[in-house]
């Protein structure tokens, strides 16, 4: 099952149901969001070939025209991506976070405290293992009070939780639990080979197109699942992208998604709407985050999730295979970023020509131009065997 579109939700919700604000073609459309502010969907990016474009569309006042009525099983089958999605953000924000750590299943954990794997101001990483697979190598992140991770109601614990070990392609969670002063202790798989950032740099490398084809795919995979689960990565950059072997054969490397700090919640049952999320400030733009560049904007501006994650996917990976950011991010004034983008995948002389069309797809600086998620897997580049 794929992410749920905008465009799905007033498709498929019944007559005189309210529809969230920006769930339809137009490219400008007010949401209040949950802080109670209404927002203007930003479609575009702030620099000078949109400037004075109102509301940071791409040309004043159009409308895409009306999405063709689904035929009965498309709208069934999109009502049923909306039940399960709807079903799992329910379950996922009723769940529990933790269990304490006097709970016997607790004890069935040993922590390394002597192999320190990180030391920052708040948390902590060690090695550790589990009692049923002591050959199995497990990470323990123990957040300090300090850090003020509530273990009952924190949105990332929640996530953590729910997605569990429920997907081959996104770094399994095993456990979470706390204690009473406050502490928080997080099991989770032990990446072998760190992530994808560390692989590039450490080996100075790039990787080659038919391991950039197979993680590429093993991503996307994860991807989906997230979106089975009513989830956003929102952080999604070749630091987050964990490498790591099979469980069960050492020979084979997985690429998974890892790292959920930022993740959201995307889709609300009860408003029928894609959550979208408030613009950062345009100074933090100046730097390499792997944010789609429509992210940032006004304070009265908001950008769709799901959209900006695909940008972000294609900018990790564009990485991978050139070891270059997609656009020349520092410059203190933006011409024209589309193009800047376009310029900088066509002089990818290690692509090729199918390869190229699949970043230009990814990357697109226009949301209403970018590829959906759910096409990305029809891509001709991506349906290529190596």
Known sequence: ??????????????????????????????????????????????????????????ETNEVKPPQPMPDPAQRTRMQCSLNI????????????????????????????????????????IYLAHHNDKPDFHLIARVFEPTAKVDPHRSKYLKVLKHLGRRNPYVIGTWDVF????????????????????QYITQ??????????????????????????AGVCHRAINPKHLLLTTVEDDETKTLLKLGSFRDAIIY??????????QPCRPLEKRNVANYQAPEVFGEANEEFDPIAADVWSYGASFFFAATRLYPYRYKSSAHADIGLDIQKTIEQAKVLSEQCKSWFNALLNADVTQRIEFNKIEAEPWFKTTF
């Open 85 to 124: 999605v709807s079903s799992q953000v329910e379950e996922l924000e009723r769940a529990n976070p933790g269990d304490s750590t006097e709970d016997e299943s607790f004890f069935r954990y040993s922590i390394g405290v002597d192999v320190v794997m990180f030391c920052g101001k708040y948390s902590n």
């Open 267 to 276: 889709y609300d049952p009860k408003g029928g709407r894609i959550r979208n």
């Open 178 to 197: 706390f204690d009473t002063n406050g502490r928080v202790v997080i099991f989770q798989e032990y990446a072998l080979y760190g992530n994808l950032q």
């Open 203 to 228: 080996n100075n490398v790039y990787v080659p197109e038919p391991q950039l084809h197979e993680w590429a795919q093993q991503v996307y995979l994860g991807m989906s699942f997230l979106g089975d």
């Open 1 to 58: 099952m794929p992410y749920i579109q905008p465009t799905w939700v007033k498709l498929v919700q019944p007559p005189g149901q309210h529809v969230g604000p920006g769930a339809g073609g137009s490219r400008i459309s007010a949401n209040q969001g949950e802080d109670g502010i209404n927002r203007t969907l930003r479609t575009v990016p702030h620099d000078e070939k949109y400037k004075g474009a109102p509301t940071g569309t791409s």
